[in-house]
């Protein structure tokens, strides 16, 4: 690592810009303290230009949300030859697509939900499917957008029909599957502990349970039987390899399990950026199997290519 120079990426123009600069700083901290020369890169729409005149020797991917994670900023990094951390372009386009994910892991034996494709002016007072059910953006992160339709609720969310809505039309609409929220990493060929998080709030494992100290609850490792243990590492270790991705990945799950000792486990979907904040889970699971947040970065950095 000896002189290497590593530009970190972070901060952007769209929703997640706030956890995208708290993950890029820690990130950057700890790679300095690791023996890196570190160039913080508050990236803005002439990032290729800036990467050109840094020429740094690796760039440190730490955007979360569209750009950072769909392969736009990879496609720009490949055409510049930068070696650079998480997914490649295919991989981190198809994977923030939440709709072309679900097919690719259900083509290799991932377990996901069935949904539906629809238009939020299109939906009206008439539910799309039957409660309860969730509607979401298909590429956004950080739970932006989410909305979780009740079996009371009498009608789809008004909000859907706001001038206030700042997301895309086009929405899929998944059905509701009660129980756990549980959360597996990938490190390169390995998948780390599971996590069973558990919301402080009344709500679900939103924006402010994600990234507000306190909003959340990690249990690690969680409290699972030692069949469905596996299974959960297993099935993320499936998704990261079926969707291509490289270096570091997180798959979200619900687990509903029953009375009678039957379940239901269910893929929600892949990070192909995870949140490398101080609530953030990844680190927490890499923690867990006696990796430093410094060793975590450093080993993203050294895994970093092109081609990926």
């Given at each position: 690592?000896?002189?290497?120079?590593?530009?970190?990426?972070?901060?952007?123009?769209?929703?997640?810009?706030?956890?995208?600069?708290?993950?890029?700083?820690?990130?950057?901290?700890?790679?300095?303290?690791a023996g890196y020369r570190v160039t913080r890169v508050d990236v803005d729409r002439d990032v290729s230009a800036v990467l050109k005149a840094l020429k740094p020797d690796v760039a440190f991917n730490a955007l979360h949300g569209p750009f950072g994670e769909d392969g736009c900023i990879q496609g720009i990094l490949e055409f510049l030859e930068i070696p650079y951390t998480h997914s490649g372009v295919m991989a981190s386009s198809v994977a923030m697509n939440k709709i072309k994910a679900k097919a690719v892991m259900a083509a290799a034996g991932v377990k996901v939900t069935d949904h539906l494709i629809v238009n939020r002016f299109e939906i009206g007072n008439q539910h799309p499917m039957k409660p309860p059910y969730v509607i979401k953006p298909i590429n956004e992160g950080s739970s932006f957008g989410v909305l979780i339709v009740k079996d009371d609720n009498p009608y789809p969310p008004q909000e859907l029909t706001s001038e206030e809505w700042r997301y895309p039309d086009v929405l899929m609409c998944e059905r509701y599957i009660s129980g756990r929220e549980l959360t597996c990493g990938v490190m390169g060929d390995r998948a780390l502990g599971i996590i069973d998080i558990i919301p402080t709030g009344p709500?679900?494992?939103?924006?402010?349970?994600?990234?507000?100290?306190?909003?959340?609850?990690?249990?690690?490792?969680?409290?699972?039987?030692?069949?469905v243990y596996q299974e959960v590492q297993t099935l993320a270790l499936k998704a990261h390899q079926a969707l291509g991705c490289r270096g570091v990945s997180r798959a979200d799950f619900r687990f509903d399990e029953r009375e009678d000792g039957s379940y239901e486990l269910i893929c929600l979907e892949v990070n192909t950026q995870p949140g490398m904040t101080p609530t953030s889970l990844v680190p927490e699971m890499a923690a867990h199997e006696g990796l430093s947040f410094q060793d975590l970065v450093s080993w993203m950095v050294e895994d970093a290519s092109c081609c990926r």
């Open positions: 690592m000896a002189g290497k120079h590593v530009a970190v990426l972070m901060g952007g123009w769209v929703n997640e810009r706030p956890v995208s600069l708290s993950s890029g700083n820690a990130c950057a901290t700890a790679l300095e303290e709500g679900f494992y939103d924006y402010d349970a994600k990234y507000a100290k306190g909003g959340s609850k990690h249990i690690l490792p969680a409290k699972l039987s030692p069949i």
